[in-house]
């Protein structure tokens, strides 16, 4: 770790390093002459450049900013989407989302496919690289590839404008781990999100610089209006309807009268009226003080192909066995589980309509993560409000949480129908047993890989659980999952080398 006495010198990069230190004042640095204390907060955001591609590129000994890369899953196809496209592959108009038959056939490229468990360890990485200049209490993981940092207080300690302790930290990630990234600094989070955005792209340096006045001179009259953070196509079509196209458009409207945006928006007009300033309230404090009214789980899946309404059925089951599990892991309980099931997109009725999709709620009398309670409850509810002629392409399942898993056993005279029960020690028992044998196998499962323990279900064609038990995020988590898994579990790091970049 830097200390006060020892700053780091910012003048000895050489030449591979992501931008150039040896003269940093032929681009400026006006952030020197910025205020830091209580009141003048100042906040960098470093994010990745290309990040899964470029950690491809890396074990393969590539440069990041000249290799033509892409991460795609080849075996879904070529209409699969690309995770990630490499710097110079964008620069020859490929777009970042992208699906692989969309990249002209003229353009010799490398298919990297994903490795979303190899990602992971290396975003940790970097994340111990900003540990080393900070503290965790000033730092928000935003995503795997941006980090929100407050270096208000430690602009005196290591001696640094803001830019060069963004330039610091940029040059250290990449010494680390050899990925290039970019860099926003800002008098608030939005400021310096927005700075990155829009920007630092542009920047010969890769790093963006806004205060208020400079976002009221240089971005006022930016366009298109979907390049600023938590403005959407949506959201923009309904901003033009009004006559405002620009953050300068939408400040004089919010100064005339503002109570159309608040009709058109109701509680976003506020954040979009102070975000057109360039107005910031929430802090760094405020991230971390906040706690949410509610908590849930959901699960979700995008299946490769057109399900048949049987075949569906066998997902909904195994979704609800997965949803039990993740309540059992996190000791929580719920007396609700909702369920939606969206359809193919190809799917025309006898009148030549299309299905969109359809869902349910179901209740339970008592809060319980039991999957014995739980999956004839939301079979049953799918059987009956499912459409039957239609193929199936998603579902997706969600329930609130309600109560504690370690707080005891319901006991009850009735069943989930309403009925007297004959034996109610005997359904107490089924309680106990079924919580002990959910902890076994979880425990199986944290020792031996996601499919140490599968159901008969499981191996049906139809059934997807084995193959995304693989994955993170419904992407291939890489040959070595179970292996980081375990090291993790134990407190190890994986071999040099073998997961690290």
């Known amino acids: 770790m830097l200390s006060a006495n020892e700053p780091a010198s910012l003048h000895a990069a050489c030449d591979n390093r992501a931008i150039l ?87 010799d490229y490398i298919t990297a496919p994903p490795q979303m468990a190899h990602y992971e360890e290396c975003s940790a990485e970097i994340y111990g690289v900003y540990l080393q200049y900070f503290s965790k209490e000033d730092i928000h993981v935003y995503s795997c590839d941006e980090a929100f940092i407050d270096v208000t207080d430690y602009l005196d300690l290591y001696e640094m404008s803001p830019k060069q302790l963004g330039t610091e930290i940029m040059n250290a990630v990449l010494d680390r781990t050899g990925i290039r990234s970019t860099c926003g600094i800002g008098t608030n989070l939005y400021l310096a999100k927005i700075a990155l955005d829009i920007t630092a792209k542009k920047a010969p340096d890769f790093i963006g610089i806004l205060d208020e006045d400079r976002y009221r001179e240089l971005l006022w009259d930016h366009r298109p209006l979907t390049d600023f953070w938590m403005i959407a196509r949506g959201k923009s079509r309904r901003l033009a309807s009004m006559g405002l196209f620009t953050m300068h458009d939408i400040s004089r409207a919010a100064m005339i009268n503002d109570d159309l945006l608040y009709k058109t928006f109701g509680i976003d007009a506020e954040i979009l009226i102070d975000h057109s300033f360039g107005v910031e309230t929430v802090g760094m404090k405020d991230i971390r003080g906040y706690r949410p009214k509610g908590r849930s789980l959901s699960l979700g899946q995008v299946l490769l192909r057109d399900y048949s309404f049987e075949e569906a059925h066998v997902i909904i089951k195994e979704m609800t066995d997965q949803l039990c599990l993740q309540m059992a892991d996190r000791h929580v309980l719920t007396d609700t589980i909702t369920f939606f099931v969206s359809y193919s997109h190809t799917f025309r009725d006898q009148d030549g309509l299309p299905a969109f999709y359809t869902g349910s709620t179901v209740h339970s009398r008592h809060h319980t993560s039991s999957d014995e309670i739980w999956r004839p409850l939301v079979a049953e509810a799918y059987l009956r409000t499912t459409r039957q002629d239609a193929p199936v392409r998603r579902i997706g399942l969600s329930c609130p949480i309600c109560g504690e898993g370690n707080v005891g056993y319901q006991f009850s005279l009735f069943d989930e129908k309403g009925e007297m029960l004959s034996d109610p020690e005997r359904d107490l028992d089924r309680q106990i047993s079924g919580r002990k044998l959910q902890g076994s196998v979880l425990s199986l499962k944290s020792r031996y890989g996601k499919n140490a323990v599968l159901k008969g279900m499981n191996l049906l064609s139809a059934g997807t659980m084995m193959e995304r038990n693989c994955q993170i995020g419904g992407h291939k988590a890489g040959k070595d999952l179970r292996r980081s898994e375990r090291a993790s579990r134990a407190g190890n790091k994986p071999p040099a080398g073998q997961n690290g970049v």
Request: with cysteine; glycine share 6%; hydrophobic share 35%.
């Open 21 to 107: 230190t040896k003269n940093t004042s032929v681009y400026g640095d006006p952030t020197r002459f910025w205020e830091h204390d209580e009141t003048h907060r100042v906040y960098i955001i470093i994010d990745l450049k290309s990040f899964y591609a470029s950690v491809e590129c890396v074990e393969r000994g590539l440069d990041p900013m000249t290799a033509k890369l892409v991460v795609a899953d080849p075996s879904r196809g070529e209409g699969t989407i690309c995770l990630a496209v490499s710097p110079a592959l964008k620069k020859l108009g490929v777009k970042n989302r992208a699906r692989i038959f969309e990249i002209p056939k003229t353009i």
